[in-house]
């Protein structure tokens, strides 16, 4: 079958895969500055994309009611699409301070219907354009120009990711990202326009007046100092690893990756209780491993204890070259490891008498990851007999709700089997103290017989903060039988959910009306929809276990998630490309057993993941993390891209732009509900080898309802 028939098809193709260039990149920019500006985790970032999907969904479905396509409204349409990026990215960076009030801690429904209306007009039109050039791309109006158009469009967002992951990421910021998109995309409506022969000059000038307006102004720094308003910017950058930010407050300099605030310096407090909690109660601590949050000075506090060694780990190298710049708290004394801290340990055969982990909560996949049983199994390997590991929870001084309590509970059974002694100190942040050595809370003694000086934890502090009625609540507020937190079933992920959560009130008739039309919607579909309904689902929801996969085994995704997207389009583009060229061969058998492969594919992922939890070699480690899931990726990717247009030979209905928008808005109101409920639910409660069993029970019933119904 051949692709490109004729001059007006080959500048439709043009078209098509400028539009698809610009999606993609769209799509990543758009979720990790949504991630930075709400503070992003899993839910967050599964919100986004669920969003991005929906309305994506919505607009091709509108596609349908286009009888009459003409090139002179893609024109338009995508002129349109040209410039709204920039929209886009001014507003997510304003967001906080144009519809919120400043420091206010955001709900979900404000999450959610924010990024809903923000990225609204964009994929709208990006979904409409799908259906809509299936119908002006086909000369013979069948069921073939879907099929090519789905190709086409993959195409174009293969190239996306490909130049956003291996160029643009590292050269460009994301204005002079999204500069080069609207040029991409003015450029194709200028060659569209020789088809009509109008609107030549228009474009142009365009192009002309909006260089001139974007080379004038340096809209990313000033709308990095919006987002960080009433402080000092010093730094900002995307590193591989985060957006990484240093800002200044009077003399407190404070350090963000991802909107998430790693540390701050000159906070005495916080870096005393840290340290003096758990090194007063070892021995001889004269080998200590800190695991982030030296920048901020606890390195100068553990210094007062004389130690033989202090190793300490950052995976951002960066973070350390700006702690250097901007602070007096890192020196020669210090061995500095810019590495995974989890890979280290696995691989290290140093001995430590103490770890002090200075992460934040455990509110990601990539924090979470340093609270689970596997690592304090790997963490006790190799800490010396009375070794000492430490770690906190932000918590309240008087009062601990349910969902405190549950997550304090969850990270003390998830310590009990590996340390017969654990100590929590109580405070704005619960400290827990852990070891085989009997620990005592009686600090300020051991402070004072180290001859260590204090500025506040000391007995003065201590005395109101360690009672006996304190420690005795915190106690008796844990829950025996709460589960542990694992590797690959984060529930101490989800109980922190909770507990960010319960800050707000969520409107449940909402969240009913929302259940009961998706409901309503699976009721009245047909078998064929169905089936890319939940290949949609599954598709969507194994790119975020392999995505949350990559972030627990390696410690980050923000450079990942462009390839791994990048593998994704590859694999539809190799599926549609190869069904396009057989399609006349295949059937409904062939799609039923495309079902079926995705069932056993689906099984594959959590066993693959486990094997590469078990990869220590560093040149092994650093090639099975950029080639395994990749290629897993691609894999799910082909049988996706290959039902695409087989489904729309089985389920034509004479009229192309009416299949296209069903079976598109079948395809991507899948992948949104798999996103969202993946993220956010699935894998915190059920785990990741269930939720993949789960995934691929539901390819197999919609294949069992088209071979018995279709």
């Known amino acids: 079958m051949k692709l490109i028939e004729n001059k007006r098809q080959r500048l439709l ?23 930075t500006v709400f503070h992003g ?9 669920a969003n991005w999907l929906f309305l994506t969904g919505i607009g091709a479905y509108l596609g349908k009611y286009i009888k009459n396509g003409k090139i002179s409204t893609l024109i338009i349409l995508q002129i349109i699409i040209s410039f709204l990026p920039f929209l886009h990215l001014i507003i997510i960076r304003n967001l906080r301070n144009l519809f919120f009030l400043p420091g206010e801690m955001l709900g979900i429904m404000q999450i959610f219907f924010s990024s809903l209306f923000i990225l609204l007009p964009y994929c709208l039109i990006s979904g409409f354009l799908l259906t809509f050039v299936c119908t002006i791309f086909s000369i013979k109006k069948d069921h073939t120009s879907i099929g090519k158009v789905y190709f086409i469009d993959n195409i174009g967002d293969i190239l996306g990711g490909i130049l956003f992951s291996f160029i643009f990421i590292y050269f460009l910021t994301p204005f002079q990202t999204i500069f080069l998109l609207m040029l991409t995309n003015l450029l194709a409506t200028l060659f569209l326009g020789r088809l009509i022969r109008k609107g030549f000059v228009l474009i142009l000038l365009l192009m002309i007046t909006s260089s001139i307006c974007f080379l004038s102004l340096d809209l990313d720094s000033i709308t990095r100092q919006q987002q960080y308003k009433n402080q000092g910017l010093l730094f900002q950058a995307d590193t ?24 701050t310096t000159e906070n005495t407090i916080n870096n005393e209780e840290t340290v003096h909690y758990a090194t007063s109660n070892s021995e001889t601590p004269q080998n200590i491993l800190l695991i982030s949050g030296g920048v901020s000075g606890t390195i100068n506090e553990l210094k007062k204890y004389s130690p033989e060694r202090i190793d300490y780990i950052e995976l951002d190298p960066l973070i350390i070259e700006l702690g250097k710049t901007y602070t007096k708290n890192l020196n020669n004394n210090v061995n500095i490891i810019n590495k995974d801290a989890r890979l280290f340990i696995k691989q290290t055969n140093q001995k430590y008498d103490l770890i002090i982990i200075g992460l934040p909560d455990p509110s990601t996949a990539q924090f979470n990851r340093f609270y689970t049983s596997e690592f304090f199994n790997e963490a006790k390997r190799i800490l010396n007999k009375n070794g000492i590991i430490s770690l906190s929870l932000s918590s309240s001084e008087n009062y601990l709700n349910i969902e405190t309590r549950t997550l304090n509970s969850a990270l003390y059974n998830t310590l009990k089997p590996y340390f017969k002694n654990i100590l929590i100190i109580p405070g704005n942040k619960n400290h827990f103290i852990a070891s085989d050595k009997e620990l005592s809370y009686d600090i300020p003694r051991l402070i004072k017989s180290k001859d260590i000086n204090t500025s506040y934890v000391n007995e003065f502090y201590l005395s109101a903060k360690l009672t006996e009625d304190r420690i005795d609540y915190v106690k008796n507020s844990l829950i025996k039988d709460t589960k542990p937190n694992k590797d690959f079933k984060p529930i101490t992920y989800y109980y922190h959910l909770l507990y960010w959560l319960k800050n707000f009130r969520l409107d449940t008739t909402l969240l009913a009306v929302m259940v009961i039309l998706m409901l309503f919607y699976l009721i009245r579909i047909k078998p064929i929809p169905f089936a890319l309904f939940t290949t949609g689902f599954s598709a969507s929801s194994l790119m975020v276990i392999i995505l949350i996969g990559f972030q627990i085994l390696y410690g980050y995704i923000y450079s990942m998630l462009s390839i791994i997207i990048t593998a994704f389009m590859l694999g539809l583009a190799i599926g549609s490309y190869y ?19 995705i069932f056993f594919i689906s099984l594959l992922v959590p066993v693959t993941l486990f094997l590469l939890s078990k990869i220590k070699d560093n040149l092994l480690v650093m090639l099975s993390s950029q080639t395994i899931l990749p290629l897993l990726t691609i894999l799910i990717a082909v049988l996706v891209g290959m039902e695409f247009p087989l489904a729309s030979k089985l389920f034509f209905k004479g009229r192309v732009e ?13 992948a949104c509900f798999g996103a969202l409920l993946t993220s956010a639910l699935l894998i915190p409660l059920l785990g990741i080898f269930k939720v993949c069993l789960l995934v691929g029970l539901l390819n197999l019933i919609s294949g069992t309802i088209v071979k018995l119904k279709a």
């Open 13 to 35: 193709f043009f078209s098509i895969t400028a539009l698809g260039i610009s999606s993609i990149i769209t799509q990543i920019i758009a979720i990790r500055e949504f991630l």
């Open 41 to 49: 985790n899993e839910l967050i970032f599964g919100i986004i994309l």
């Open 240 to 263: 591989p690893y985060g957006n990484l930010v240093v800002t200044k407050t009077s003399n407190q300099l404070n350090f963000y990756e991802n909107g998430l605030i790693l540390f």
């Open 579 to 597: 069904m396009n060229k057989r399609l006349e061969h295949f059937g409904k058998k062939r799609f039923v057993k495309i079902e079926i492969s």
């Open 658 to 670: 009416e299949t296209a928008g069903k079976l598109y808005n079948a395809d991507l109101i899948g």
